[in-house]
């Protein structure tokens, strides 16, 4: 599917400046430091023995280049948070600030307000120029000092605003939509013939961003989760026939459902949106839940948000302002449908519902992910400085890598039922592998 030439990244010209000569790189590095252009990080780590390991697909190395492109002194750079909140927005803000300012010196940071809207002038929004105070303690709160929204905003408006502003790089912190955004923007840069690095940091709670293991806040998100599920578990075993249901965030990946049901190992039933289950007939979710309440008297399931969609009515397509599918609320929907099932079988149940979708996304991140935030920022600024282009910052096995924007958001990561995530996620449970009915025709 992929070629050599689709792991490409653009770069603004050659890069001329020595980074010896910027205090702050100096002090740290002593030659020690620098990440050759022509260091790779394998697309993948699995082969055959006998097989010939195809190394022409491999992502470029991320890290401190000995060269810049842009003299640091003059640099005027841009933050921007897009898309919906997550832990540690403000730790990427407050560690782009700090490699900036303390390592290379730049001229100046400005934070753009409210998403891609903050580089609008019809919504009258003033960027705000960040300094130290004002960053300084921004890590201990959740959300973003700078706000964000969702939206498509005109990219010949964002660059005009760059280019009034003489902003040298911007840095969008969002996810799959936001970096297609950034594209754009970058598309609009190219075909003006202009000088301004356009560099990602991925942002999504669902980790659902493909070529990344794992983006920032998705940590704290699971960490969240596996309480909530342990606490429906204390209220399922204290009840009688007690049924605890929990419904997470992940729109189109069960990334967050999965982890922690693997971090709780209470779960007794892991419904994701990879996952297509019935709930009436021989061998689906709602005899078989039956069977485990006459014979354990007890259960938790916890279920994705984009999961089940298929057994809801369907309705109009409404996107929201992404142009993400709304989807409808399957947490609510399940509820409804197990206590109306064990009612028509006058079997009591005591089931509980437990819904801290938003709540995962608003706390402070925890020390992996603040600690991962603030590498993503570092190694975004290196990028940018050395000229580098229409990237997002990633890290995939254990190594962290410069990704093309266009083939991070080609498509949508997922969870493969083959794989051993889900595999472990069925021994942890005892769930059957399928949940479909034996009467599908």
Known sequence: MWKPSD??????????????????????????YWVDDDERVPYQCVFKRDSE????????????????????????????????????????????????HYIYHVKSVTGFRYGLRGLDPSYELEPIILNHE????????????????????????????????????????????????????????????????????????????????????????????????????????????????VKVMGRDSGFIASYATLASITVNYTLIPELEFDLDGPGALLEHLEARIRHKHHAVIVIAEGAGQHLLEEDERIVDASGNVKHGDIGVYLKNRINRYFKERNLEVNLKYFDPSYMLRSLPANANDRIFAADLARFAVHAAMAGKT????????????????PIAVAT??????????????????????????????
Not at 11 to 32: F, Q, W
Not at 54 to 80: C, M, S, Y
Not at 136 to 141: E, L, P, R
Not at 221 to 238: M, N, P, Q, T
């Open 7 to 32: 792991f490409e990244i653009p770069t603004l010209g050659e890069a001329r400046v020595n980074s010896e000569d910027v205090p702050g790189l100096k002090n740290i590095a002593a030659g020690r």
């Open 412 to 441: 949508r990561k997922k969870i493969s039922l083959e794989s051993e995530i889900w595999m472990a996620v069925l021994q942890a449970t005892g769930q059957p592998s399928s949940l479909q009915s034996r009467n599908r025709t």
């Open 134 to 245: 004002r960053v300084s303690d921004i890590q201990a709160h959740g959300g973003t000092m700078l706000g964000t929204s969702r939206g498509h905003v005109d990219v010949g408006v964002v660059v005009d605003t760059l280019v009034a502003r003489n902003i040298h790089m911007l840095f969008i912190v969002g996810g799959d939509g936001s970096q297609r955004a950034a594209h754009g923007v970058w598309q609009e840069i190219e075909r003006r013939g202009l000088n301004i690095a356009i560099v990602g940091v991925p942002k999504t709670i669902d980790n659902d961003i493909n070529f990344v293991y794992k983006t920032f806040g998705f940590d704290t998100a699971v960490s969240f989760a596996r309480d909530a599920l342990d606490a429906a578990h204390i209220e399922a075993k204290g009840n009688p026939n007690g049924i605890g249901l």
């Open 390 to 405: 229409d990237l997002m910052i990633g890290r995939r096995f254990n190594q962290y890598i410069h990704v093309p924007i």
């Open 53 to 100: 390991l195809q190394t022409d697909l491999a992502f470029e190395k991320a890290g401190a280049r000995h060269r810049l492109f842009f003299n640091p002194g003059e640099v005027n750079a841009g933050i921007v948070t897009c898309g919906g909140i997550c832990p540690g927005l403000n730790d990427v803000i407050r560690a782009l600030y700090m490699e900036l």
